[in-house]
């Protein structure tokens, strides 16, 4: 008997209520078959109770310009396969309940726009890789349990315009390279307890940064944000 037979048994003898659920599972997964369309050049499927894993096989896909997949319930983590995609220009996986570290391999998108990762139970560092990816303007990576110093290589990121790192774990202060992000109008460090920001530092990013519009930190002595 084959392997395929015997798991169709072993279904069959299960309460109905349980089978309707996994089959309903089976059902809300994202298809590793997507792979297997080459022409493919946006995937938006957010907001659809998706379950499972992103599939490696994604990373098949050399037209692809966006891939949305915000707001399900997701599991697993980012493929550090997706740095394949060189034409990648949107990538969207902020709510979520993706877990691992964020890849360093999306470093190597030189298209990349926009990466939303955020609300999501991650680990790890910011990825210092992100910084050649010169065209990025959207750095959205707030509640995802994220560590240690700001890498300074993001100051790199000269047409950056949001960059969102609150509610993280993140220390230090921040880089002066940042006096370099000339594009930037939105900045939201808050609630990172050990990143501290002296007023005079406070100062300089005003007056460095011609566009900020919003400037949301939290210094250790302060109740509220700048």
């Given amino acids: 008997e084959s392997d395929g037979a015997s798991l169709v048994g072993s279904a069959s003898e299960l309460p109905p209520s349980l089978r309707k ?13 997507l792979g297997m369309l080459p022409a493919l050049e946006e995937l938006e499927l957010d907001t659809n109770e998706l379950r499972g894993r992103i599939p490696d096989t994604l990373s098949g896909l050399p037209r692809l310009r966006r891939l949305a997949l915000a707001r399900n319930q997701l599991t697993g983590p980012i ?12 990538l969207h996986v902020h709510a979520n309940r993706l877990t691992g570290i964020i890849p360093k391999a999306l470093g190597r998108c030189p298209e990349l726009r926009e990466l939303r990762a955020g609300h999501n139970p991650l680990s790890g560092l910011v990825p210092s890789q992100l910084g050649r990816c010169e065209h990025l303007r959207e750095l959205t990576l707030e509640h995802a349990m994220l560590e240690s110093a700001l890498p300074e290589d993001l100051g790199c990121l000269t047409a950056l315009e949001t960059l969102l790192l609150s509610n993280n774990a993140l220390a230090g202060s921040i880089p002066d390279l940042y006096d370099h992000m000339v594009s930037l109008r939105t900045l939201e460090l808050h609630s990172n307890m ?22 949301q930190l939290e210094r250790p002595e302060d109740d509220g944000e700048l």
């Fill in 21 to 33: 659920r996994l089959e309903r599972e089976r059902r809300n997964a994202i298809s590793a078959q």
């Fill in 194 to 215: 050990d990143l501290f920001v002296p007023e005079d530092r406070v100062l300089q990013l005003r007056r460095k940064l011609p566009f900020l519009q919003v400037l």
């Fill in 79 to 90: 493929p550090h396969t997706l740095g394949r995609c060189a034409g990648l220009r949107e």
